[in-house]
């Protein structure tokens, strides 16, 4: 790069920037297949240098992997029951529970979301709002945030986490505790 090259706004891993967004592609395309993690690691190994970020999409990976041992243990017939005395859920089975916030709301309220087998409830900021599985039509994931949609496209709710994990996981156990309603 010349000196002062920045200034054009050139960057000396334009060819790695664009082999990562291409990754970030092909995680997608097998995060929704039942493709394995093994390839997307070793693509993301030949792309590694040491002036290269790679931490987000090492959390990526993390993510396929709980996806997988998710899709595994519900293939099996079992979701995982999470053990929570949070009286919001009453008497209802929680099967994920995870940081979150409501990036739709003006606050931005930061708290946690539970998954039970009723409804996704968000406690924190001052608040609480359920979202039951008779109304949510569809389930979305971009990025690190989840939205249920109702039948007419509006949002019932939208949430954002900390970690891809935490999103991913959170919109398959939604989808599969939407269609058990």
């Given at each position: 790069?010349?000196?002062?090259?920045?200034?054009?706004?050139?960057?000396?891993?334009?060819?790695?920037?664009?082999?990562?967004?291409?990754?970030?592609?092909?995680?997608?395309?097998v995060?929704?297949?039942d493709?394995?993690?093994?390839?997307l690691?070793?693509?993301?190994?030949a792309?590694?240098?040491?002036?290269?970020?790679?931490?987000?999409?090492?959390?990526?990976?993390d993510?396929?992997?709980?996806?997988?041992?998710a899709?595994?243990?519900a293939?099996?017939?079992a979701?995982?029951?999470?053990?929570?005395?949070?009286?919001?859920?009453g008497?209802?089975?929680?099967?994920?529970t995870?940081?979150?916030?409501?990036p739709?709301?003006?606050?931005?309220?930061?708290?946690?979301?539970l998954?039970?087998?009723?409804?996704?409830?968000?406690?924190?900021?001052?608040?609480?709002?359920?979202?039951?599985?008779?109304?949510?039509?569809?389930?979305?994931?971009?990025?690190?945030?989840?939205?249920?949609?109702?039948?007419?496209r509006?949002?019932?709710?939208?949430?954002?986490?900390?970690?891809?994990a935490?999103?991913v996981?959170?919109?398959f156990?939604?989808?599969?505790?939407?269609r058990?309603?």
């Amino acid at each position: 790069m010349k000196l002062f090259g920045w200034i054009s706004g050139s960057k000396p891993q334009d060819d790695r920037t664009t082999a990562l967004t291409a990754w970030r592609r092909t995680w997608a395309g097998v995060l929704d297949s039942d493709g394995s993690a093994a390839p997307l690691r070793e693509q993301l190994d030949a792309l590694t240098a040491p002036d290269l970020d790679t931490e987000v999409e090492l959390e990526m990976l993390d993510a396929l992997d709980q996806l997988r041992e998710a899709q595994r243990a519900a293939a099996a017939g079992a979701l995982a029951i999470v053990e929570t005395h949070h009286r919001v859920i009453g008497a209802d089975r929680c099967h994920f529970t995870a940081p979150a916030s409501l990036p739709s709301d003006q606050h931005q309220a930061n708290g946690r979301l539970l998954l039970t087998s009723a409804r996704a409830v968000f406690v924190g900021g001052g608040r609480t709002s359920a979202a039951p599985w008779h109304a949510v039509h569809e389930i979305v994931r971009v990025e690190r945030d989840v939205l249920l949609l109702r039948g007419d496209r509006s949002p019932a709710a939208h949430y954002r986490f900390n970690t891809y994990a935490d999103a991913v996981l959170c919109a398959f156990l939604a989808g599969r505790l939407r269609r058990a309603r």
